[in-house]
């Protein structure tokens, strides 16, 4: 989870994540907290890529930061299954990249351009879990 948003107020994953921490491996972070957080990113993926026993990445992100990482992504796709973005701020036509919409009962403040939902939304916590259920073939 690449996320824009800043600090957490108990410095954790938000709540909504915390119950599936037992069967999602997790890993927050918040780009405000960390202002090298492109290299933060690119220096984990590559150390992923060269374990022996590869696991599968899904990476998070949403608004203005989704074009950013994509860009970091696309350098390690044999890597990262794909790229969940919330309320991207970019135009998505890569078969590996799927867009989290928010449901139609969650309010958007202003109908054209609506801001992200934070990653700790519920209704963000249901889509990127629909969209990794879509992944697996389990839905």
Known sequence: MIDPAGEAVHDEIPATWRELTDRLRIVWLRVPAAPSWKSTVD???????????????DVVASGPIAADVADLVRNHEGLVRSLLLVDPEVEVDEPWIRVVTRTE????????????????????????????????GTS
């Open 43 to 57: 220096t984990v993926l590559t150390r992923h890529r060269d374990d022996e026993a590869q696991p599968v990445l």
């Open 105 to 136: 009962d969650t309010p958007a403040e202003d109908a054209r351009m609506p801001a992200p939902l934070p990653l700790g939304h519920p209704d963000v916590v249901s889509g990127v879990l629909k969209a990794l259920s879509d992944l697996d």
